[in-house]
């Protein structure tokens, strides 16, 4: 009898050892299992680490293919295609296809689209990209390292999506951060494609030529496709958001907004648009008068921009001395 209670002891020893792997199974990246929460790390890990080889692989193939036929038409449509790439190689690669993926995809997927194809459009009907005029286009260090730079942003900049379309789990379905950030990228790449639309009819009037677009969304911000371009991804940082992820996770998704707000207001942006308006109509009246009365960034109406302090302007409007314009 001893010998039967030991074998029954020991099968429901066995039934619960299975019972406890078939839970451990069903449980969710973020379970209470140390071997689950490992293979969540090791996904995200997986999931950053080839984002990076194919975006270095696109960029460093489109430099090849434009040093050599020495033309600079492809370097915005490679950046922005890179964005659409990587978005719907995570959600593919995750095999889950959850809502906030699906959401957080079609969103890049949208703006990747049209920026790619606007900015093609644009660059074929200019003839040229003016920001290499100074520059050897064939293969040298200076040509290269704007693509090795290219290839930082898209990778940082889709930190959001890749890390939300990674294995790790998530609530299936959406939430408040997902709806606000939904609705914040919507304003955003509607600003942005309305702004973009606006100066590219005005400059393509030849009763135009010379002048400086103040018309439409311009007439409120004098970077509107700026603060729409900015609206887009603090949009997508707040679906990521909504995936309930680890907050050391959360803090580097943000290096995403971040990166795209200090490369507009402190780098390749906002300073150089502002140089070069006030190289062109700094003798202008006409261009003062706009400059007093119009929003850098944030779009306002200039009744209301205009009479306040200017205290106000530089330190919640960022009209900054650095601009030259507005200091």
Request: hydrophobic residues 45%; charged residues 15%.
């Amino acid at each position: 009898r001893s010998q039967g209670e030991g074998k029954e002891g020991e099968g429901r020893g066995i039934k619960g050892f299975l019972q406890l792997l078939k839970q451990g199974a069903r449980a969710s990246s973020r379970g209470s299992c140390f071997e689950e929460e490992e293979m969540c790390e090791f996904s995200i890990a997986q999931a950053l680490g080839w984002s990076a080889a194919v975006t270095v692989a696109m960029q460093m193939t489109f430099f090849i293919v434009a040093a050599y036929f020495q033309f600079d038409k492809v370097t915005d449509f490679a950046g922005g295609t890179n964005f659409v790439l990587l978005a719907v190689l995570g959600l593919v690669l995750s095999h889950t296809y959850l809502l906030r993926q699906v959401l957080i995809t079609v969103c890049i997927v949208a703006w990747g689209t049209r920026l790619s194809g606007y900015l093609l459009i644009r660059v074929l009907k200019t003839g040229k990209d003016a920001r290499f005029d100074s520059l050897n286009r064939g293969f040298s260090w200076e040509f290269a390292g704007f693509w090795f730079g290219q290839a930082l942003w898209v990778w940082v900049v889709s930190l959001p999506v890749t890390l939300t379309n990674s294995e790790c789990g998530q609530p299936s379905g959406l939430g408040g951060w997902d709806y606000v950030g939904a609705v914040t990228f919507a304003a955003g790449l509607i600003l942005e494609a309305v702004a973009d639309q606006q100066k590219f009819d005005f400059r393509n009037d030849d009763s135009n030529r010379g002048k400086m677009c103040t018309v439409g969304a311009w007439s409120w911000s004098r970077h509107p496709n700026y603060f729409g371009e900015m609206l887009v991804w603090f949009g997508v940082f707040l679906i990521h958001v909504g995936a309930s992820m680890d907050w050391y996770w959360v803090v580097v998704a943000a290096l995403s907004p971040v990166f795209v707000e200090v490369l507009l207001l402190f780098v390749s942006g906002m300073p150089v648009l502002e140089a070069n308006a006030l190289r062109d109509h700094g003798d202008k009246e006409e261009y003062k008068d706009y400059v007093r009365h119009t929003s850098i960034l944030i779009p306002l109406p200039p009744s209301l921009y205009a009479p306040l302090p200017d205290a106000v302007k530089t330190t919640l409007l960022c009209e900054w001395p650095l601009y030259g314009a507005g200091g």
